[in-house]
T-cell receptor
Framework: QQQVKQSPQSLIVQKGGISIINCAYE??????FPWYQQFPGKGPALLIA?????SEKKEGRFTISFNKSAKQFSLHIMDSQPGDSATYFC??????????FGKGTMLLVSP | SQTIHQWPATLVQPVGSPLSLECTVE??????LYWYRQAAGRGLQLLFY??????ISSEVPQNLSASRPQDRQFILSSKKLLLSDSGFYLC????????????FGQGTRLTVV
């Protein structure tokens, strides 16, 4: 019940396209859903996060869509750029409890 | 905001040697602290977490141990390294009040040879 399932494992998108990464969770007590971006050799950095009281949050080219009834949330990267090539992790937690991470998605944006 | 310092950035150690990785946090007090390990191209494996000085919870049985001698200091140790201990070790911090964001350090690349 603590799992967060992330898909796809890897993704190739052309420059200017939309990258979409999906996550599903089982624990209905989760109330915090962040996305992290990790470049090779670096620690993950918080990209954007959402709480279940809203269905969408947008920050620049990055948007989280949240579907509480389906227990799913997704990251959309609009106008994807080569600089967006990285590994993306979704996560979830209840309050200040330990974050449960998805297994990650390696995104490659081709020039 | 919080800043996490991890050192060293890279480390090559022979099998059977001891290990000590240190993580210190600035900009917050009484944080929850975490050690993660990441194998090449893989996800984040939670190794230890701590909610306070001297309080350590282990998530997986292994050749490693953790200690928290001060509020903002978290140490990962091993008495005798194994080849399987190679990986990318990440320290993370999360406050228990206010914003719930978790922050990561820049990691230590450990290669056991």
């Amino acid at each position: 019940q603590q799992q967060v399932k992330q898909s796809p494992q890897s993704l190739i998108v052309q420059k200017g396209g939309i990258s979409i990464i999906n996550c599903a969770y089982e624990n209905t007590a989760f109330d915090y859903f962040p996305w992290y971006q990790q470049f090779p050799g670096k620690g993950p950095a918080l990209l954007i996060a959402i709480r279940p009281d809203v269905s969408e949050k947008k920050e620049g080219r990055f948007t989280i869509s949240f579907n509480k009834s389906a227990k799913q949330f997704s990251l959309h990267i609009m106008d994807s750029q080569p600089g967006d090539s990285a590994t993306y992790f979704c996560a979830a937690s209840r309050g200040y409890s330990t974050l449960t991470f998805g297994k990650g998605t390696m995104l490659l944006v081709s020039p | 905001s919080q800043t996490i310092h991890q050192w060293p950035a890279t480390l090559v150690q022979p099998v059977g040697s001891p290990l000590s990785l240190e993580c210190t946090v600035e900009g917050t007090s009484n944080p929850n602290l975490y050690w993660y390990r990441q194998a090449a191209g893989r996800g984040l494996q939670l190794l230890f977490y701590s909610v306070g000085i001297g309080q350590i919870s282990s998530e997986v049985p292994q050749n490693l141990s953790a200690s928290r001698p001060q509020d903002r200091q978290f140490i990962l140790s091993s008495k005798k390294l194994l080849l399987s201990d190679s990986g990318f070790y990440l320290c993370a911090c999360r406050t228990v009040y206010g914003p719930t964001e978790a922050f990561f350090g820049q990691g230590t690349r450990l290669t056991v040879v």
